[in-house]
């Protein structure tokens, strides 16, 4: 249990998949905390300390410039895709300012992206700071092992409902376009 009374399920064994039992354990952790509460922690998700602590330095960089610089990427620039940063008291809870300032990241999404060009909310390009240039590949090496422990843990959730593991996971579709006759195949 965290200090909180929520459990802190390993998820190793979901990421290793060498670990059959393992596996089998996690969804049943996963099983029972969704059922007692819905809620839990994870450890042994697999993002790297390396990813973590440079996302805290260029992200403490970023905070510490003067809020002028900061405001060269206002929220106000992102638009339907939510993107940019916003000052202390720029959001409201019920009601009142937040005590908080920050940047909100997404899916870079090119402008020409047919979901962008629909004006889907929350899609588009992400606004980053000149003035701190690492703070662009901190943040998406962050969002790529995530985005890769999420995938792992919904595995362990279709598990956990006695589903095959990759049935919540995105699909790759494919389409192979036409038959290839025998000459056409080129060894790799």
């Known amino acids: 249990m965290g200090g909180s009374g929520l459990p802190v399920i390993d998820m190793a064994p979901l990421i290793?998949?060498?670990?059959?039992?393992?596996?089998?354990?996690v969804a049943?952790?996963?099983?029972?905390?969704?059922?007692?509460s819905g809620f839990f922690y994870v450890s042994g998700h697999g993002v790297d300390d390396a990813i973590l602590q440079n996302l805290d330095a260029a992200s403490r960089r970023f905070f510490?410039?003067?809020e002028e610089v900061k405001l060269r990427i206002p929220m106000s620039r992102g638009g339907r895709a939510w993107r940019g940063f916003f000052p202390l008291g720029g959001e409201l809870?019920?009601?009142?300012?937040?005590?908080?300032?920050?940047?909100?990241?997404?899916?870079?999404?090119p402008?020409?992206?047919?979901?962008?060009?629909a004006g889907w909310p929350l899609h588009g390009p992400n606004l980053w700071p000149a003035a701190v240039p690492e703070l662009r590949p901190a943040v998406e090496a962050y969002m790529a092992a995530t985005t890769r422990a999420a995938h792992h843990l919904l595995e362990g959730v279709a598990l956990s409902?006695?589903?095959?593991?990759?049935?919540?996971?995105p699909l790759?579709?494919?389409?192979?376009?036409?038959?290839?006759?025998?000459?056409?195949?080129v060894a790799a």
């Open 161 to 169: 409902l006695g589903l095959l593991a990759l049935t919540l996971v």
């Open 111 to 117: 402008s020409d992206h047919p979901r962008v060009e």
């Open 93 to 109: 809870t019920s009601g009142r300012p937040d005590g908080k300032e920050g940047i909100y990241f997404g899916t870079e999404l």
């Open 28 to 36: 049943k952790e996963i099983e029972a905390a969704c059922r007692a």
């Open 172 to 185: 790759l579709l494919l389409w192979f376009g036409r038959i290839l006759a025998e000459d056409d195949i």
């Open 64 to 66: 510490a410039l003067p």
């Open 16 to 25: 290793r998949r060498d670990d059959d039992a393992g596996r089998a354990r």
